[in-house]
């Protein structure tokens, strides 16, 4: 009986479409990731200038991204050999981000076609031009032309057709440099040779940093790998458009997680934590699930602790150092040496509050004009309540920081103190007489405009302590002409005011705040329509403040730029269709239409008197009125030493 057993050999084979799809077109989730990989590839071949450009198309649309890059360029040999074959080992033992060999297929993801031209120097010193183009259409085949060149300079230029991402998601300028810079960042800062180019426009991450400094972490049994931090604070505060968040995690100087803190240690700060094991994440294709990962999870623990140290470290720095700077300054208003304890206090202060508002306002970056007003506004403040809106508007102090200034001011300034106590008292007492008013059992006879109106007139601080009374109950040419002296521009001409449709339409009140120090709106308005308390809010009342909007949205004498508006309509109660309008889902609860910087609300009585009563109250718990004034300097300098230097008065 004849053998029939035999024993052969097959060579794998492999369809085209693994490569064009599901190594390029599936296997990035979005063309910012595809793009970044062939800035990696840039790298590995050893370049040190990489640019990439947009070429758009007469309707704006991306006709086109080329991808250039000045280093040893694909040799016909390479072609051959690795750049045909999926999965090839890196060409060098050391290359920074080569893994797996597919990253040229994350054009794909990018675009349908890519025209491919690089310069190489082959082993007997000739330059060799190869060109070539890669398309999605999976059975064709890869045709090259190869030719010896005359150029000097090799590299590779990768020019991307029929881009896939259109309309929010195309790319833009500002949006590739912002992915860019986010990615390479920590790379670029520990290769100070390599640069990369945005239309004609280098990421200067150099430039950006004012402070950096470096820290290590050892391995341990919970993670094995060494971790390095990379402290920097930058020129200026951190903009999300060019960095996802202030801590980020990074692989061989890419990208591949990030976080925010829950408390923000400075607005400049950005940390940057390398660690060996995120390659391995990165190379298994696992960043989506990186949360997951418990080392990661160690990782993040230990950094964040560094980081913190590393906050109260700089802080401490950074607060004397600006105090010193600014004792020195021309307009300190604190130059004599104190002849009374209370002087010192005040002066001790004075400098926390400085200090704390020039971690959010950096008021080191402004001009000499801008600081003095900053300097003497603060002083001003510190001896009324604008202090408060000082502490929460500018400063943003943390919650820690609030108790401690609670316990300062309820030693202090106690002339402004035992003031401000009395107004917060009759305060209270006007808001219970305002509810009784439009809840009680006179209500439903209450009239809106010769009655609630004039009530509600001088109490401006109901709607935000910020405000102040512009007019009340006079048409809109009165509040066009407030507005624009409010806001620094020229009066109108008469002629000009007949033009502006609805102009004699007359809301009830005109509100004004006006910040002195810097932000930005400078300017907020506020109008607001008041209603009888026997009128439900409903779709006319909606109308009409939306006719009030229409107005300011559509003259131009209104500034907008500038200026913040808020529109309210206010009465006892509120129709069930206008409450299910005012409670949308990603809306804050009130809000009926919205636009940039303008907002239209409606509140029930109920709602705007809760939240004063809410603010009287805890202004009143945190100015208990005490006659002793000892131990404030001691307290001071216990919980701001970072900031205080002694200071001695004279008997």
Known sequence: MADNKQTYELDWLFERRVATQHLGALKYT???????????????????????????????????????????????????????????????????????????????????????????????????????????????????????????????????????????????????????????????????????????????????????DTDVIEPTDKVPEKIVISHLILNKPVENSRFPAQVIFTARGRMIASMQPDEVLNPQYVGMVECEHFQTILSANREALIEMDDTFANIKYLALDRITKFGEKYRTQSAKRFIERARHEDFYPYKNVPREITDTVKQEIYDVVLEKVNENANIDSMTKKQKAVVFNLLNRALDDENLLIVLTEVARLSADDVAKFKNVLERTALTSIIKLSAEVTNRLLFLEVLHNMVYGASSKKVKERTQLHKVIEPHGWLFGPQFHLATSDEGFKKVIMKHRQQAGLPPMDEDNFDAIKDVKKIPDLFLCATKEYPTIPRNHHLIVEIKAPIVSIGAKERDQIRKYADIIRKSHEFDKTSTRWDLFVVSSKISDQIDEDRKQKDKKVGCLFEWDNMTIWAFEWSEIIARAKEEMQFVRNNLKMKTEQLGVSEYLKKNYPDILQPLQYQD
């Open 30 to 212: 979005t063309s910012a990731k595809a793009l970044c990989e062939l800035i990696a590839n840039g790298f590995d071949a050893g370049a040190n200038v990489i640019s990439v450009s947009i070429t758009e198309n007469g309707l704006g649309g991306v006709e086109s991204i080329k991808v250039k890059d000045d280093g040893h360029g694909i040799s016909p040999d390479v072609l051959k050999e690795r750049f045909i074959s999926v999965g090839v080992f890196p060409q060098k033992a050391n290359a920074q981000f080569a893994k797996f060999g597919i990253g040229r297929f994350a054009v794909h993801r990018i675009g349908e076609k890519s025209h491919w031209q690089s310069i190489s120097v082959t082993k007997d010193k000739q330059y060799k031009k190869i060109d070539f183009e890669l398309d999605s259409d999976e059975n064709k085949k890869l045709k090259v032309t190869e030719e010896v060149d005359g150029n000097s300079e090799t590299g590779t230029t990768i020019e991307i057709y029929n881009i896939r991402d259109k309309g929010k998601d195309q790319f833009t300028k500002n949006k590739i440099a912002g992915i860019l810079l986010a990615e390479y960042c920590s790379y670029l800062l520990a290769h100070k040779d390599k640069r990369i180019i945005v239309q004609d426009d280098t990421l200067d991450v150099q430039s950006m940093i004012a402070v950096e």
